[in-house]
């Protein structure tokens, strides 16, 4: 990997795996974690097709484990203001693990489309392009995952 692609995609990666876990050190850490194992993948001769949603599913597993290795800790994400977590945090961090939880039902397929229309705003078309799969395709897995989460996190739904 060249240091152009890692300036190119790092600012991305960093983002999306912010947007999961809210604290800027995690998500400092699962960027590392992400681009080391794009490194090693790179280093064995394999590359993948389309790296911005190989990047983006990896850093989003990568984000779920991180949540879900905090939920098991029992440590607030983010301890960045004082020693002891507030309760809104604690609230915050249980709301992420149980999100974490929920996206980690999905298929890698769902869990995919959903990041890609979520979090980087891509269209159906071009999602449907990226992932090589029709528009109704891509839609189905979009309307799949939103019906899992809505199943799964009943009472984290937005108040209209």
Known sequence: MSVEAFEHHRAQVYGWAFRLLQNHHDALDVTQDVFIKWW????KGDSPANPPAWLRQVTV???????????????????EKSAVAEPTDLAHRE??????DALHHLTQ??????T???????????I??????????????YFRALQ????KLP????ES
């Open 128 to 141: 449907a392009e990226t992932m090589e799969l029709s528009i109704p395709t891509v839609k189905s897995h």
């Open 61 to 79: 597993n990568q984000a779920i484990d991180a949540l879900r290795k905090s939920a098991v800790r029992k440590e607030p994400i983010a301890l």
């Open 148 to 151: 899992t989460l809505r199943a």
């Open 95 to 100: 709301s992420l693990c149980r999100l974490a």
């Open 116 to 126: 890609a229309k979520i979090f980087d705003g891509c269209t159906f078309a071009n």
């Open 109 to 114: 397929r769902q869990r995919s489309v959903l």
């Open 40 to 43: 090693r993948l790179l280093a």
């Open 155 to 158: 009472d984290l739904r937005r």
